[in-house]
């Protein structure tokens, strides 16, 4: 009897939600659509890659509603197959590795994606962090991108599900409840409070910095918009990147 098919779909989401369409051309000189993260979704969960790699029933996870939902197809691997997969590559996607412009949660989305259906996710998503770093401006970004990983590495407790290599097999334990899979490492309950998503958190917050900068520079009226978006986004980045920028 052949495999039962199941439905892949890649969640994409604007993490800028909106910022860097309406900035990105008088910051970088082109316009960039988003800035991308994404999440595959099959067996009823997304897939994600973020402080490891992480899963949570579709439609659950802390980055909200998609932006868009792209079909990518059906694949006939068996659920378990796939975690065992995942639990494989996981060595690979942890927080130690986690790099936002060379090994991100799209390109874990597209090696999962090649896994599966065996296409990999559209290219413009792929090719965002490159297209910014060639771009006039994209040079000042990396102080404050490394600055930004130094702190989600040094704090970053993830509240979802992870994969784990297990160094050992671990036999049943009859005093716990038996997992749904065996690759699912559930996390352990800690005395210390679980953090939100940390890499939302940290764009969140220069996000609203940037948006509060524009506009108290506008209120002055003596800038143009463009004007005041680049001397706002430069001073944020200063904060947070410790860059020599005089705005």
Known sequence: MAEEAHKVTL????????LARQLSASLLGKVIEGVWHTGIVAYGNEYF?????QHLPAGTTPYGA?????EMGETHVPKDVFEIYLDEISPRYTAESYN????????????????????????????????????????????????????????????????????????PN????????????????????????????????????????????MAQGTLRASEAATIATKRVMQKYGHLNVSA
Do not use: W
Request: aromatic share 6%; hydrophobic share 35%.
């Open 174 to 217: 009859p005093s716990e409840k038996a997992s749904e899979s065996p690759v699912v490492v559930q996390p352990s309950a800690s005395k210390e409070k679980v953090k939100e998503d940390p890499l939302g958190d940290a764009r969140t917050k220069i996000q609203e910095e940037i948006t509060r900068e524009f506009a108290s520079l």
């Open 66 to 70: 998609p932006l868009r939902s792209v």
């Open 49 to 53: 890659f973020g402080g490891g790699i």
């Open 100 to 171: 936002l412009i060379t090994h991100n949660c799209n390109n874990f989305s597209n090696e999962v994606s090649q896994f599966l259906v065996g296409k990999g996710i559209p290219d413009y998503i792929l090719q965002l962090p490159s297209e910014v770093m060639n771009s006039p401006m994209g040079g000042l970004l990396m102080p404050m991108i490394q600055n930004l990983e130094a702190t989600l590495r040094a704090g970053a407790v993830p509240n979802a599900p992870q994969f784990k290599p297990q160094s050992q097999p671990v036999g």
């Open 11 to 18: 969640n994409v989401y604007d993490l800028s939600r909106g």
